[in-house]
C-alpha cells in the first residue's frame, strides 16, 4: 500500500480488525519513510460492475458516488452515519449478488428508492425529486400524495 503522505511503497500494517457490520476490514498502517499513520478499508469485490446509463452510456460504478447521492438526501436527518455505511454496503451486495455485470442506471436507482421509503420519508423525498426529475411544486404534491395514500409513486 502506498502512503497517501509521501508517496513511499514501504508501510506496514499495524492492527486490523473487522468494521462494525463485517462487511469490511479496517487496517491502520504506518509508513516508515515518513513515520505517518493512515487506515484503509479493504472490502470484497465480487465483480466489477458497469453502469448502463438511460442514454447507452457505459460508466464504471462508483461506490462513492452512491454513498454521496445516499448522503445528500440524508442530510440534517436523524440518521447515523454507521447506518447510511450498511445501506451502502446493502445495495452494493445486491448488485453484486445480481450475477450480471451490467447494471442499468433505472435498477440502482429504485434499490435506493426502495431502501429510503423504509429509512426516512424525507430522505425519501428528497432523493425521488432528483431521480424523477421534479419539475414543478405539483411533482412534489402528487409524489407525497402518493406516499400518504400508500403507493408512493407518481
Do not use: H, W
Not at 465480487?46 to 445516499?70: M, N
Not at 451502502?88 to 434499490?111: F, M, T, Y
Request: aromatic share 6%.
Amino acid at each position: 500500500m502506498r502512503c497517501p503522505f509521501c508517496g513511499s511503497d514501504d508501510t506496514q500494517v499495524k492492527d486490523s480488525r473487522p468494521t462494525e457490520d463485517n462487511g469490511a476490514i479496517r487496517r491502520r498502517r504506518f509508513c516508515s519513510s515518513c513515520g505517518q499513520r493512515f487506515t484503509t478499508i479493504e472490502r470484497v469485490q465480487l465483480r466489477e460492475l458497469t453502469v448502463v446509463k438511460t442514454d447507452g452510456r457505459r460508466v464504471p460504478f462508483d461506490r462513492d458516488k452512491l454513498a454521496r447521492s445516499i448522503r445528500t438526501a440524508m442530510r440534517k436527518r436523524p440518521v447515523q452515519e454507521e447506518r447510511i455505511e450498511r445501506i451502502v454496503n446493502s445495495i452494493v451486495r445486491q448488485l453484486e449478488a445480481s450475477g450480471d455485470s451490467d447494471v442499468p442506471s433505472k435498477q440502482i436507482g429504485e434499490l435506493v428508492m426502495d431502501t429510503l421509503k423504509e429509512v426516512d420519508k424525507v430522505a425519501y423525498v428528497r432523493f425521488a425529486s432528483v431521480y424523477r426529475n421534479f419539475r414543478e411544486a405539483k411533482d412534489f404534491e402528487e409524489f407525497v400524495g402518493g406516499i400518504a395514500d400508500g403507493n408512493g409513486a407518481i
